[in-house]
């Protein structure tokens, strides 16, 4: 009998016997995204929506702002983790696979029509509380439509330097390069336009001039707001948990998430809302001239727009 059991203890040595892993229940979420134009904030993403206005001080003289009247968002990856560097396991949630089809309507964020979406995450097992310290946003684009100021009506059949609207504009959101299209006033446009100012051409989902996949927010676990610049290869740190390549926006804006264990056989629902808040959201500049009005106008998102973002999650 001792012999017996001392081949069994060898067996396992050379053959990796492993405890089986602690089972637990599932997990399904759903996220609504709405936009959010007063003085309510979320409980984990904590937008400053009583906005005071900040402005650039490198675009000329502030002209006015502009409230979009649409407002769009595509992801290529939304996830809640506890990674940090020099953990061995983590945990994570995807709302949705991330080998979704680009063209799925889940990967929409249609915040101006209150719209709602659900996922089941794959390969969840709750056995275990679990602290979720990050909220990341990988973006795709984000799209807006809204009028111009009647001043800029003289320039309808021009280009403004820092708004280009040539080759149209795909709104079907069924790619990821959606363009921009001007009718009079009236603008339909991806981010491009309003975020190459700011960042120098380079702006987060960019690396030196070459685009790469998405632009990312990275909330929690830091005590700021700046902009992390990863390089090119992606190397994940904690300014960057899932390690994406090129420059990284983070916040300080998020309070971390505890999911309480999941019995076997019971299935936990995680209700999350997602606003923007727009108001002004697109500033306008009087450019190199600082005359209003004129070709060289700036047109830009404001400053530190992301901190706009307000999330609320609840499991049931």
């Not at 059991?5 to 609504?32: P, R, S």
């Not at 409980?43 to 005071?52: D, P, R, Y």
């Not at 090119?232 to 990284?248: A, E, S």
Request: net charge negative; with cysteine.
């Amino acid at each position: 009998m001792k012999r017996a059991i001392f081949l069994l203890a060898i067996l396992c040595i050379l053959f990796g016997c492993k405890k089986k892993e602690k089972e637990g229940g599932k997990l399904e979420c759903t996220m609504t995204y709405n936009i959010l134009n007063n003085t309510k904030v979320g409980n984990n993403i904590k937008a400053n929506n009583e906005i005071m206005i900040d402005r650039y001080s490198q675009f000329g003289d502030y002209i006015t702002s502009i409230t979009p009247s649409r407002f769009v968002g595509k992801f290529l990856h939304i996830r809640l983790t506890n990674w940090h560097e020099g953990m061995d396991q983590h945990f994570n949630i995807d709302f949705f696979n991330n080998q979704l089809d680009l063209a799925s309507p889940q990967r929409l964020a249609d915040f101006s029509n209150n719209s709602s979406v659900s996922f089941t995450p794959e390969g969840i097992n709750v056995s275990d509380k679990k602290e979720l310290i990050y909220f990341i946003a990988v973006c795709l684009f984000l799209y807006q439509e809204f009028e111009l100021p009647v001043q800029y009506e003289s320039f309808s059949g021009k280009i403004l330097q820092y708004l280009n609207c040539e080759g149209g504009v795909n709104n079907n959101f069924d790619g990821i390069f959606i363009g921009a299209e001007r009718t009079g006033c009236f603008v339909k446009a991806s981010h491009e336009n309003f975020m190459a100012p700011i960042f120098d051409q380079n702006w987060p989902g960019f690396t030196g001039n070459c685009p790469v996949t998405g632009h990312t927010y990275v909330f929690g676990n830091t005590d700021s707001t700046f902009i992390f610049d990863n390089g090119p290869d992606g190397t994940q740190t904690n300014n960057n948990p899932m390690g994406q390549p090129g420059y990284i926006i983070r916040s300080s804006n998020f309070n971390p998430i505890t999911i309480s264990a999941i019995p076997v056989g019971e299935t936990k629902t995680i209700k999350g809302t997602m606003s923007f808040n727009t108001t002004d959201l697109i500033q306008i500049y009087a450019g190199k001239d600082n005359i209003p009005y004129t070709m060289d106008d700036y047109f830009v998102y404001a400053p530190n727009f992301w901190e706009r973002i307000s999330v609320t999650l609840e499991s049931y």
